[in-house]
């Protein structure tokens, strides 16, 4: 199909005032010889209308609020049409109509696709997905709104209206204005290529947007685990027992360095959390909070103690509840206690765990993965590049195992 003219005319149509004196908003599409009008359900005071521009004069709130559903307007039908062309068949103007009142009526525009994801995840928490999950997504959702409102001057874009500015600009808006940090950032750019992906899949859009968009790489990050000096001062601190929340906070910072609990699990576990194997071992085994996976530890002597200490049959949880922000306030104390340089912060304990009580005393770190509850092993090996002791015994044993080889050229 040759396409020769292509035009899309906005007009008052001021024979049809209504209450308030103000005009309906009409709009005629052109192609070729064929032609189509439709209503764009907006209205406006005639003296701020400027034919010219087919927009309103002026900065007051009508002229921006109307002026933005114009652009939004403009947009589909230009959307409409592209549509049309990539399907190489012939159209009229008629059919650019129907397609871009039925893409604002009915179609799956890209905000309602992101409702649908999130509806979707809250389906399978407790599932197969965490309810830490959620709140990334809920984040992503309104810094969505924010970012279309605000340089689209509209709640909601069509997939055909969207390009691939659009998530360059998007990134550009959580870095320098949000103040994100890169790796947020990627979470958030990585749930707006999701949706696409889920849109293009379903046939609600055209095209896979974004496909190659390629995600800024993650920083890496080392696990802060203590060292061996750290770890004895704060295992042999004297804590007064006039400061028992002191003493609280440093037990649950030495259970998850025996046993490698997060918090949210060091403070949610319970009894029904521990089982005895065959050859009377106390074992903890737990669903994790973060991404629902089974981690089950052997319990070492002093966890067992631990657990002793504290129990409570009027208490459903092994031990009592200390709440994040207070224990991580006492974690700073207890650095200063045990005159400790670096920060000192709860999770440390894991990491802490996964090297000085594991994988320096020659624990496989296939069986790490499992204690730790890690998803991917790959997760788990990072902490065999923070432990260069255990790269040294291991380099001894390989020195002593070879001793009495011979080189035969």
């Not at 190659?212 to 802060?224: A, G, M, N, V, Y």
């Amino acid at each position: 199909m040759k396409i020769e003219k292509f035009k899309v005319l906005l007009y008052l149509k001021k024979s049809g005032l209504d209450k308030k004196g103000k005009a309906p908003i009409m709009g005629r599409i052109t192609l070729n010889n064929s032609m189509a009008q439709f209503s764009t359900k907006l209205s406006c005071t005639p003296e701020l209308w400027n034919p010219r521009e087919s927009r309103l004069n002026g900065k007051g709130k009508e002229a921006v609020e109307t002026n933005g559903k114009i652009d939004k307007i403009l947009l589909a039908v230009n959307a409409a049409y592209d549509a049309l062309v990539e399907k190489k068949t012939d159209f009229c103007a008629t059919d650019i109509k129907n397609q871009m009142q039925g893409s604002m009526e009915t179609q799956m525009t890209f905000m309602k696709m992101v409702d649908t994801l999130c509806d979707e995840l809250k389906c399978r928490i407790g599932v197969d997905r965490a309810k830490g999950t959620y709140p990334t997504y809920h984040y992503t959702r309104l810094s969505l709104i924010e970012f279309i409102t605000k340089n689209y001057h509209t709640k909601d874009l069509a997939f055909g209206q969207m390009t691939e500015q659009f998530i360059h600009d998007y990134q550009s808006f959580l870095l320098d204005e949000k103040g994100l940090a890169i790796d947020t950032m990627r979470h958030y750019i990585a749930i707006v290529k999701k949706v696409c992906r889920k849109a293009y899949k379903e046939g609600y859009s055209e095209r896979f947007l974004f496909q190659h968009f390629t995600l800024p790489r993650p920083k890496e990050k080392t696990p802060r685990a203590l060292s061996r000096e750290s770890f004895e001062k704060i295992r042999d601190l004297d804590i007064p027992a006039t400061r028992p929340s002191y003493i609280l906070a440093r037990d649950l910072f030495l259970f998850a360095c025996y046993a490698g609990t997060a918090y949210a699990d060091t403070v949610s576990i319970t009894r029904e959390n521990l089982y005895t194997d065959d050859e009377g071992a106390l074992w903890l085994k737990y669903r994790r909070k973060k991404n629902v996976y089974t981690a089950s530890v052997k319990l070492l002597p002093e966890a067992i103690a631990l657990i002793d200490k504290y129990h409570d049959d009027n208490r459903e949880t092994l031990f009592p509840m200390m709440y994040h922000p207070n224990l991580r306030r006492h974690m700073k104390g207890l650095a200063l206690l045990a005159d400790i340089k670096e920060d000192l912060c709860y999770h440390q304990a894991r990491h802490s765990f996964a090297t000085l009580i594991t994988l320096e005393q020659g624990v496989p770190i296939e069986s790490i993965s499992r204690m730790l509850g890690h998803t991917n092993i790959v997760t788990t090996q990072v902490y065999a590049r923070v432990t260069p002791k255990k790269l040294f015994d291991d380099m001894d044993k390989f020195i002593k195992a070879t001793k009495d080889w011979k080189l035969v050229l």
